[in-house]
């Protein structure tokens, strides 16, 4: 689900995005910022209220824009904020987003959370970004809430608001599944026991006493997330279609599809070079080695989308690759047999617990970071099994595979790579195409 065009947001008017309510705050404001970054925009995101930390993101703790810079430069984006520590006896929230997946946080007696920033100094950091993404209300990891008398805190810069429900809330009882349920009940004019029905849920999302409060005049979106576990599918058209009458633009996903899913990026670099004449894979290219270049971006990948790739592999025939890889945690896979072709090497990097992999070469020394992400989020986004970059509609490396495919990668021979596979079943193939074509060359001589 690509949430900028599930919500047709304008990136290019909504420069700063607050988004209020329950059922998935976090985990949409940080799906944004990595679809925001695949389009090579700078992201920040902070909160005015308090928001979960969640260790291995880009964080600067003190609003200093030295290196809100640097960290938007190696990551495109970061998360900004104030970190304070809470004595929590009952533990924290199950399950928070994290990096660009999903990790279990554990239940621990202390629970880290970020405090927002002073408006002045939002507006100061704001300069440094294309888009500004705030949490700005607060919900327990609740899927419902209406608001308190001082929430939600949306800054004044705001351009569009996005409120956001959680349909789990559907069928259950107010006192099980609302943020301060009294209010809700008050609200709604219910027993805190009573249960949560879709006329519910659609008067709080239309209410400027519910997740339309303190929004004014500015663009308003809702979100109904979490449509994966309604007993009845219908029941988020019937709530989208109130929204209608009362001409609000909402729409209904799930954010949940990239939790369950893991992926591995494996470097394909055990090549014997016989045109190059030597080992290509040291050969420098603006001074760094072809291999360590694509290493790099495959690191650089893993961390920005942490919780989803699950795992970076490289097969090689050279100790030297290998034993560099290793100093940086990646996996290494030794190919003794490399005159066999591409084919052993992608049999040998294939990881079977991986829901899909992602081979790239690594005499592709133009490759970006940012066509990996964008040829991650095509194939998440759509239902293909395979994906590949591509120039001009002409298939190329890298390209994904998911685990429907193993059998047949697995039968492959000699010189023959997954493009095969992929010339096999064209109609299961989605395509990310690039305008630079020399992203995808392969540096088979001395430049």
């Given at each position: 689900?690509k949430?900028?065009?599930?919500?047709?947001?304008?990136?290019?008017?909504?420069?700063?995005?607050?988004?209020?309510?329950?059922?998935?705050?976090?985990?949409?404001?940080?799906?944004?910022?990595?679809?925001?970054?695949?389009?090579?925009?700078?992201?920040?995101?902070?909160?005015?209220?308090?928001?979960?930390?969640?260790?291995?993101?880009?964080?600067?703790?003190?609003?200093?824009l030295?290196?809100?810079?640097?960290?938007?430069?190696?990551?495109?984006?970061t998360?900004?904020?104030?970190?304070?520590?809470?004595?929590?006896?009952?533990?924290?929230?199950?399950?928070?987003?994290?990096?660009?997946?999903?990790r279990?946080?554990?239940?621990?007696?202390?629970?880290?959370?970020?405090?927002?920033?002073?408006?002045?100094?939002?507006?100061?950091?704001?300069?440094?970004?294309?888009?500004?993404?705030?949490?700005?209300?607060?919900?327990?990891?609740?899927?419902?809430?209406?608001?308190?008398?001082w929430?939600?805190?949306?800054?004044?810069?705001?351009?569009?608001?996005?409120?956001?429900?959680?349909?789990?809330?559907?069928?259950?009882?107010?006192?099980?599944?609302?943020?301060?349920?009294?209010?809700?009940?008050?609200?709604?004019?219910?027993?805190?026991?009573?249960?949560?029905?879709?006329?519910?849920?659609?008067?709080?999302?239309?209410?400027?006493?519910?997740l339309?409060?303190?929004?004014?005049?500015?663009?308003?979106?809702?979100?109904?997330?979490?449509?994966?576990?309604?007993?009845?599918?219908?029941?988020?058209?019937?709530?989208?279609?109130?929204?209608?009458?009362?001409?609000?633009?909402?729409?209904?996903?799930?954010?949940?599809?990239?939790?369950?899913?893991?992926?591995?990026?494996?470097?394909?670099?055990?090549?014997?070079?016989?045109?190059?004449?030597?080992?290509?894979?040291?050969?420098?290219?603006?001074?760094?080695?072809?291999?360590?270049?694509?290493?790099?971006?495959?690191?650089?990948?893993?961390?920005?989308?942490?919780?989803?790739?699950?795992?970076?592999?490289?097969?090689?025939?050279?100790?030297?690759?290998?034993?560099?890889?290793?100093?940086?945690?990646?996996?290494?896979?030794?190919?003794?047999?490399?005159?066999?072709?591409?084919?052993?090497?992608?049999?040998?990097?294939?990881?079977?617990?991986?829901?899909?992999?992602?081979?790239?070469?690594?005499?592709q020394?133009?490759?970006?970071?940012?066509?990996?992400?964008?040829?991650?989020?095509r194939?998440?986004?759509?239902?293909?099994?395979?994906?590949?970059?591509?120039?001009?509609?002409?298939?190329?490396?890298?390209?994904?595979?998911?685990?429907?495919?193993?059998?047949?990668?697995?039968?492959?021979?000699?010189?023959?790579?997954?493009?095969?596979?992929?010339?096999?079943?064209p109609?299961?193939?989605?395509?990310?195409?690039?305008?630079?074509?020399?992203?995808?060359?392969?540096?088979?001589?001395?430049?």
């Open positions: 689900m949430v900028l065009e599930l919500l047709d947001i304008d990136i290019k008017k909504s420069r700063v995005i607050s988004v209020v309510g329950g059922g998935g705050k976090t985990s949409l404001i940080f799906q944004m910022a990595e679809e925001l970054v695949a389009f090579e925009k700078k992201v920040i995101v902070t909160t005015t209220t308090h928001m979960a930390y969640e260790q291995g993101r880009p964080f600067v703790g003190d609003g200093n030295r290196k809100i810079r640097e960290n938007i430069r190696k990551f495109g984006y998360v900004v904020g104030v970190i304070e520590e809470k004595k929590n006896s009952h533990g924290i929230c199950d399950a928070k987003r994290a990096d660009f997946g999903d279990m946080e554990s239940k621990q007696p202390f629970s880290r959370k970020i405090q927002g920033l002073a408006e002045e100094k939002i507006r100061e950091v704001q300069k440094e970004c294309d888009v500004l993404l705030i949490e700005a209300d607060g919900a327990k990891c609740l899927p419902l809430k209406v608001p308190a008398g929430e939600p805190v949306i800054p004044e810069m705001t351009d569009l608001v996005i409120g956001v429900i959680g349909l789990d809330c559907l069928g259950k009882r107010i006192l099980d599944t609302c943020h301060r349920p009294e209010l809700t009940a008050e609200f709604l004019g219910k027993d805190i026991c009573e249960k949560v029905t879709e006329e519910d849920a659609a008067k709080i999302a239309a209410s400027s006493l519910g339309r409060k303190n929004v004014g005049n500015r663009e308003y979106r809702v979100l109904l997330n979490k449509t994966d576990v309604l007993e009845d599918p219908k029941a988020a058209d019937r709530i989208l279609e109130k929204m209608k009458k009362e001409k609000i633009y909402a729409a209904a996903g799930s954010l949940k599809h990239k939790r369950q899913y893991k992926l591995a990026i494996v470097i394909l670099a055990a090549g014997n070079s016989r045109r190059f004449g030597d080992n290509k894979l040291m050969y420098p290219v603006e001074g760094i080695p072809m291999y360590r270049r694509a290493l790099d971006r495959a690191l650089l990948v893993q961390e920005k989308m942490k919780g989803l790739i699950f795992s970076a592999a490289i097969v090689t025939q050279y100790p030297e690759i290998q034993k560099e890889a290793t100093k940086l945690g990646v996996k290494t896979v030794f190919n003794s047999h490399p005159e066999t072709g591409i084919s052993s090497s992608m049999k040998l990097g294939l990881l079977p617990e991986a829901d899909a992999c992602l081979f790239m070469v690594a005499d020394p133009w490759l970006r970071a940012e066509t990996l992400e964008g040829l991650i989020l194939f998440l986004d759509s239902s293909k099994g395979m994906a590949a970059v591509s120039k001009n509609g002409e298939p190329g490396n890298p390209c994904i595979f998911s685990r429907k495919y193993y059998d047949s990668l697995m039968e492959l021979t000699g010189d023959k790579g997954g493009k095969r596979v992929l010339k096999a079943h109609e299961d193939v989605v395509l990310y195409e690039i305008e630079n074509e020399k992203e995808l060359t392969d540096v088979d001589r001395p430049l």
